[in-house]
């Protein structure tokens, strides 16, 4: 494996809309982005990717993008986002922003021009087909937020679009190269820019499996999930290289993808020493238990099943390339309140859990307010609920039987919205995040969970991802710590996670003791030094250790 500038470094999402408020209209925006610099730096972080912040009706909180070339005047301004680059370079910090092109907004001017005139050049930058009442739909896929992926096109009762995502996020056709053209002069302006890369957004689904075809139905309304077609559609590689050959090759720029349903042997041509993207995230745990019914029949993922997933990845990836690591993002529920068992998250679970997921091998991604120890929130009612695809599960759930209080509870626990209430800065009204009214609720812990009841404060959360931060980031442990290999140790011994980091010359032994009771663990070595403890004190007994409940360790091996 070739040797990278970001392999040492650490990476930290931002999901502008939630982050930080500088003119109080209760959006997050990027000149409250320049505000914080200095906390992510103290922190230790190098690059961070910002969430969409170009011009957007927001119908997916800015994932249904109308002008790829600005910025959302809810954002802030160019000059906004020059001030960023400028402050982050001062900082040797680097923005990656996403790149979201499966897609654009049904408000972007393709799609305007599209629906003016079908068969002009922009019909052919979507999915247009022929369609009249009463006839089947060209496939029976369902859209990720629900419903066909088929909708009328705006101005016409003979026509429909094809829109994998919600109907305000029309598919723009790849298999168009004049598509193709327009995406790269976009990407390669940013990156003239000095942005550093890009994550990529949904990518998989830019090539369809064609022609359209009804798959077996998954559910009882006759559809199936536009995933399982993408398992089947091939050459999406040939899109990749091209783009990765047009755009970030010649700017050296980081990219990571947000990669689905890969096939088996893909990962070499991904993120190999030749691969189209730098890296691509880890969503082995995050799908753990996901069912083809909906978020109502998932169960609780154990730690046993999370600590297979972890080393499943970690030797699925080997020596050819660095997965990013993370415990939840945007779209996730909060990673301690969906991975730790019911009724234990507590701040030694949460910080065995960073730790854990921190120290494998691959590029660490924490998503903000992570680093505060961050939960989900126990939404009271649907109405507190922004997200789209919250609302969809819920209605899912309604029409499988559940009762109302039913159903919220479970997509409660699931909602994308757990992660993005704004960020507590302090105790104050609001958390300090705005003096205007959020525009999604504040987690009611705020007053309890936020920054500053945390930074150089010995013991908080922040000041454990920190340390995190810099052991990973010292360059005496980099042989093991970056470029070491993870081997599994004891992996069979229950609700125990470790794993040894072993370098050429130097041996690090992770341990997370994934439960409330206490276990002991014979070591496989004797221990040089303790390099970080979750507890004061750490019991050993000739070559066994006795660890207290989610109790977390590393330790540098002779
Ligand atoms: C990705 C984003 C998600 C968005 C979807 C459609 O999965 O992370 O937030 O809803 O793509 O763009
Ligand atoms: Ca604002």
């Given at each position: 494996?070739?040797?990278?500038?970001?392999?040492?470094?650490?990476?930290?999402?931002?999901?502008?809309?939630?982050?930080?408020?500088?003119?109080?209209?209760?959006?997050?925006?990027?000149?409250?982005?320049?505000?914080?610099?200095?906390?992510?730096?103290?922190?230790g972080?190098?690059?961070?990717?910002?969430?969409?912040?170009?011009?957007?009706?927001?119908?997916?909180?800015?994932?249904?993008?109308?002008?790829?070339?600005?910025?959302?005047?809810?954002?802030?301004?160019?000059?906004d986002?020059?001030?960023?680059?400028?402050?982050?370079?001062?900082?040797?910090?680097?923005?990656?922003?996403?790149?979201?092109?499966?897609?654009?907004?049904?408000?972007?001017?393709?799609?305007?021009?599209?629906?003016?005139?079908?068969d002009?050049?922009?019909?052919?930058?979507?999915?247009?087909?022929?369609w009249?009442?009463?006839?089947?739909?060209?496939?029976?896929?369902?859209?990720?937020?629900?419903?066909?992926?088929?909708?009328?096109?705006?101005?016409?009762?003979?026509?429909?679009?094809?829109?994998?995502?919600?109907?305000?996020?029309?598919?723009?056709?790849?298999?168009?190269?004049?598509?193709?053209?327009d995406?790269?002069?976009?990407?390669?302006?940013?990156?003239d820019?000095?942005?550093?890369?890009?994550?990529?957004?949904?990518?998989?689904?830019?090539?369809?499996?064609?022609p359209?075809?009804?798959?077996?139905?998954?559910?009882?309304?006759?559809?199936?999930?536009?995933?399982?077609?993408?398992?089947?559609?091939?050459?999406?590689?040939?899109?990749?290289?091209?783009?990765?050959?047009?755009?970030?090759?010649?700017?050296?720029a980081?990219?990571?993808?947000?990669?689905?349903?890969?096939?088996?042997?893909?990962?070499?041509?991904?993120?190999?020493?030749?691969?189209?993207?730098?890296?691509?995230?880890?969503?082995?745990?995050?799908?753990?238990?996901?069912?083809?019914?909906?978020?109502?029949?998932?169960?609780p993922?154990?730690?046993?099943?999370?600590?297979?997933?972890?080393?499943?990845?970690?030797?699925?990836?080997?020596?050819?390339?660095?997965?990013?690591?993370?415990?939840?993002?945007h779209?996730?529920?909060?990673?301690?309140?969906?991975y730790?068992?019911?009724?234990?998250?507590?701040?030694?679970?949460?910080?065995?859990?960073?730790?854990?997921?921190?120290?494998?091998?691959?590029?660490?991604?924490?998503?903000?307010?992570?680093?505060?120890?961050?939960?989900n929130?126990?939404?009271?009612?649907?109405?507190?609920?922004?997200?789209?695809?919250?609302?969809?599960?819920?209605?899912?759930?309604?029409?499988?039987?559940?009762?109302?209080e039913?159903?919220?509870?479970?997509?409660?626990?699931?909602?994308?919205?757990?992660?993005?209430?704004?960020?507590?800065?302090?105790?104050?009204?609001?958390?300090?995040?705005?003096?205007?009214?959020?525009?999604?609720?504040?987690?009611?812990?705020?007053?309890?969970?936020?920054?500053?009841?945390?930074?150089?404060?010995?013991?908080s959360?922040?000041?454990?991802?920190?340390?995190?931060?810099?052991?990973?980031?010292?360059?005496?442990?980099?042989?093991?710590?970056?470029?070491?290999?993870?081997?599994?140790?004891?992996?069979?011994?229950?609700?125990?996670?470790?794993?040894?980091?072993?370098?050429?010359?130097?041996?690090?032994?992770?341990?997370?003791?994934?439960?409330?009771?206490?276990?002991?663990?014979?070591?496989?070595?004797?221990?040089?030094?303790?390099?970080?403890?979750?507890?004061?004190?750490?019991?050993?007994?000739?070559?066994?250790?006795?660890?207290?409940?989610?109790?977390?360790?590393?330790?540098?091996?002779?």
């Open positions: 494996m070739k040797k990278q500038w970001w392999h040492n470094k650490v990476a930290y999402q931002i999901y502008p809309k939630s982050f930080n408020d500088s003119n109080d209209d209760g959006i997050g925006d990027i000149p409250g982005i320049i505000q914080k610099l200095d906390y992510l730096k103290d922190l972080i190098d690059i961070i990717w910002i969430s969409p912040f170009y011009c957007s009706p927001l119908a997916d909180q800015g994932y249904d993008i109308s002008d790829y070339y600005n910025i959302d005047p809810v954002f802030g301004t160019m000059d986002f020059d001030d960023l680059l400028a402050e982050t370079a001062r900082r040797d910090m680097h923005v990656v922003l996403d790149l979201v092109v499966n897609h654009c907004s049904d408000e972007h001017e393709w799609f305007k021009k599209a629906c003016q005139d079908p002009g050049r922009y019909g052919k930058y979507f999915y247009i087909e022929d009249h009442e009463g006839e089947p739909l060209p496939c029976n896929w369902r859209s990720y937020f629900g419903g066909p992926v088929w909708d009328l096109l705006p101005g016409h009762t003979d026509k429909i679009y094809l829109h994998v995502f919600h109907k305000k996020q029309p598919d723009l056709n790849w298999e168009n190269p004049e598509v193709r053209e995406v790269y002069k976009m990407i390669n302006w940013w990156l820019k000095g942005v550093s890369g890009f994550r990529i957004d949904a990518i998989m689904n830019i090539k369809k499996k064609l359209f075809y009804n798959m077996p139905a998954d559910r009882e309304d006759g559809m199936c999930a536009t995933s399982k077609m993408l398992e089947e559609a091939e050459g999406v590689d040939i899109f990749l290289n091209e783009m990765a050959d047009r755009t970030f090759k010649p700017h050296n980081f990219s990571v993808g947000e990669v689905f349903n890969e096939k088996p042997d893909a990962l070499p041509s991904i993120i190999g020493d030749d691969g189209y993207f730098s890296s691509m995230f880890d969503f082995a745990e995050t799908i753990l238990n996901k069912t083809d019914e909906g978020w109502y029949t998932q169960q993922v154990t730690p046993e099943q999370y600590k297979e997933a972890c080393f499943g990845s970690q030797k699925r990836a080997g020596n050819i390339g660095f997965l990013s690591n993370i415990i939840e993002n779209d996730e529920p909060r990673g301690v309140s969906h730790i068992p019911e009724g234990d998250c507590c701040d030694a679970s949460k910080k065995m859990l960073g730790g854990l997921n921190y120290m494998l091998r691959g590029l660490p991604f924490i998503y903000q307010g992570q680093e505060l120890g961050m939960e929130v126990n939404f009271q009612d649907i109405s507190q609920i922004n997200d789209i695809s919250t609302l969809d599960e819920y209605q899912v759930a309604l029409d499988a039987g559940l009762s109302p039913k159903a919220l509870k479970v997509v409660s626990h699931f909602s994308r919205d757990n992660a993005r209430t704004p960020i507590p800065w302090d105790d104050s009204e609001n958390g300090g995040f705005t003096k205007g009214t959020p525009w999604l609720m504040m987690n009611p812990t705020f007053k309890e969970i936020n920054a500053a009841s945390q930074v150089g404060v010995e013991g959360m922040f000041e454990w991802y920190k340390e995190l931060i810099a052991l990973r980031k010292n360059p005496a442990y980099e042989d093991a710590l970056i470029y070491g290999e993870t081997v599994p140790y004891l992996p069979e011994q229950k609700n125990l996670m470790a794993y040894i980091r072993k370098g050429e010359n130097q041996k690090v032994l992770v341990i997370g003791n994934f439960q409330r009771e206490p276990q002991t663990m014979v070591l496989p070595g004797t221990v040089k030094s303790v390099l970080m403890n979750n507890l004061d004190q750490l019991s050993q007994t000739g070559d066994t250790l006795q660890l207290e409940g989610y109790q977390f360790v590393i330790l540098e091996l002779n």
